[in-house]
C-alpha cells in the first residue's frame, strides 16, 4: 500500500468516525426522551426483551465483515451506555465525605471524639465483679480515662463461654463510671435491648459479630445516643459503611467507626489491622475513626507501636483492654493489661507525643 493511499483510508475512516459520533448522539437523545418517559412513568429502565429483540434483527442484517457475536458486543456496549445515560444521579450516603464536607465530632461525658485531640476507651474486656470494676475504674482514672468500656454481652465463638452478665453488668458498669466520672461504652447484642440500655450506657457498642444485624442497626438508628460500631471481621470497608448508614439514616446521626482488624491467614496476630482502612475511611466518611488495638492484635506486647501506628494515620481514639488481674479474667485473659502495663504504655504514648498530657478525672 503507497503512503498516499494509506492516507485517503484513513481520512474517510476520519468522516466515518464523525458520522458514528452523530448516529450516537442521536440515539442518545432518544435514548434520554425514552428515559424520560420510563421516569414518569416509574418504568424499569433496563429491558432485556427489547434489547433482545434489537440485537437479533442487527445480526440478522449483518453484512460482514465482523462476525454476529462482534456485532451483538458492540451494540450491548451502545445499550449499556444508553442506561447509564438513563440513570438518576448516583445516591451518596449520608455517611460519605460528599454529603459532609466537616468532620462529625461526637461529645460524650465532656470528650469529643472526632474533634481532633485522640481520645482512650479503656476497661475490661467484660465485666465480671463489683471488685473487678472498682479497681479499674480507679485505676484508670489516675491515667484521666473518661470512657470505660465492659461488655455485659458476650457474644462468644464458643456457647460454653463466660456470655456475660447481662443486664446485671450493665448496672455494674454503670456504678463503676458514675463513681469515677467516667462515660459507658458496652456492648448490645439484640435490637430488644437498645431501649432498656439507654438507661446504662453513654455509648452503645456495636460488635464485629453484628455489623451486619440489620435490625440491631436499625433499632441503634431509632435512639439518639452515640453508637460504636466495629467492623466485622470479614467486611470490607465499604460494608462498613453501609452499616453505618443503616443507622445515620434513620436519624441517628452519632455514629464511631471502629477497626478492630480482618481475618486473613496471618496467625502471628489475633486479626490482622487493616491500618490503610483509617485513612480511607477518614476520607471516604466524615464520622470519626478509632481502632481497637487489643482484639486486632490479641497480644499484648506490640500494642505501644500498634497505638502509635494508628494515631499516626489519624485514628480519632482507640480501644484497650484493661483487667485489674487478666490471668483470671472470664474472656481474653490473655491479650487485657493489667494496670502497670497501661500505665507503662500510656507513657510510651505520651512520650510519644500522639497523646496529650491528661490529668486525672476530678471524680464529680
Ligand atoms: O427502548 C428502550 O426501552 C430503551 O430504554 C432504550 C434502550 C436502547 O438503548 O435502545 C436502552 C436500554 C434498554 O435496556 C433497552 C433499550
Not at 184 to 200: A, N, R, T
Not at 289 to 301: A, L, W, Y
Amino acid at each position: 500500500m503507497t503512503r498516499e493511499r494509506l492516507e485517503e483510508i484513513r481520512a474517510q475512516l476520519d468522516e466515518i468516525n464523525l458520522e458514528i459520533l452523530e448516529l450516537l448522539s442521536r440515539r442518545a437523545e432518544l435514548v434520554q426522551e425514552i428515559g424520560d418517559l420510563k421516569k414518569r412513568k416509574g418504568t424499569e429502565r433496563f429491558d432485556p426483551i427489547r434489547e433482545k429483540e434489537m440485537l437479533d434483527r442487527l445480526v440478522a442484517a449483518n453484512p460482514g465483515p465482523f462476525d454476529d457475536s462482534t456485532v451483538r458486543h458492540l451494540f450491548k456496549q451502545i445499550f449499556q451506555a444508553s442506561l447509564g445515560l438513563m440513570e438518576e444521579e448516583k445516591k451518596e450516603l449520608l455517611v460519605s465525605r460528599k454529603k459532609r464536607t466537616e468532620d462529625t465530632v461526637i461529645e460524650v461525658n465532656g470528650v469529643r471524639i472526632g474533634g481532633g485531640q485522640p481520645v482512650i476507651i479503656a476497661g475490661p474486656c467484660s465485666v465480671e465483679t463489683p471488685e473487678q470494676m472498682d479497681a479499674v475504674g480507679a485505676g484508670l482514672q489516675q491515667h484521666g480515662i473518661l470512657l470505660l468500656r465492659g461488655g455485659a454481652y458476650k457474644p462468644r465463638t464458643s456457647p460454653y463461654d463466660f456470655q456475660g452478665l447481662g443486664k446485671k453488668g450493665l448496672e455494674l458498669i454503670r456504678k463503676t463510671a458514675d463513681k469515677y466520672g467516667m462515660a459507658v461504652v458496652s456492648e448490645i447484642v439484640s435490637p430488644s435491648d437498645i431501649e432498656m440500655s439507654l438507661e446504662y450506657v453513654d455509648v452503645i457498642q456495636i460488635g464485629a459479630r453484628n455489623m451486619q444485624n440489620f435490625e440491631l442497626l436499625k433499632e441503634a438508628g431509632n435512639v439518639r445516643k452515640p453508637v460504636l460500631l466495629k467492623r466485622g471481621m470479614s467486611a470490607t470497608i465499604e460494608e462498613l459503611l453501609f452499616a453505618a448508614e443503616y443507622i445515620v439514616s434513620r436519624g441517628n446521626t452519632e455514629v464511631i467507626l471502629c477497626e478492630r482488624g480482618i481475618r486473613t491467614y496471618e496467625k502471628a496476630t489475633r486479626n490482622t489491622l487493616d491500618i490503610s482502612a483509617v485513612p480511607i475511611l477518614k476520607q471516604e466518611s466524615h464520622l470519626p475513626v478509632i481502632v481497637d488495638i487489643t482484639h486486632s492484635t490479641g497480644r499484648k506486647d506490640i500494642l505501644l507501636p500498634i497505638a502509635k501506628a494508628a494515631l499516626a494515620v489519624g485514628a480519632d481514639g482507640l480501644i484497650v483492654e484493661v483487667h485489674p488481674e487478666p490471668s483470671v479474667a472470664l474472656s481474653d485473659a490473655k491479650q487485657q493489661l493489667n494496670l502497670p502495663q497501661f500505665a507503662q504504655w500510656m507513657e510510651g504514648l505520651k512520650a510519644s507525643g500522639y497523646l496529650p498530657k491528661q490529668e486525672p478525672v476530678p471524680v464529680k
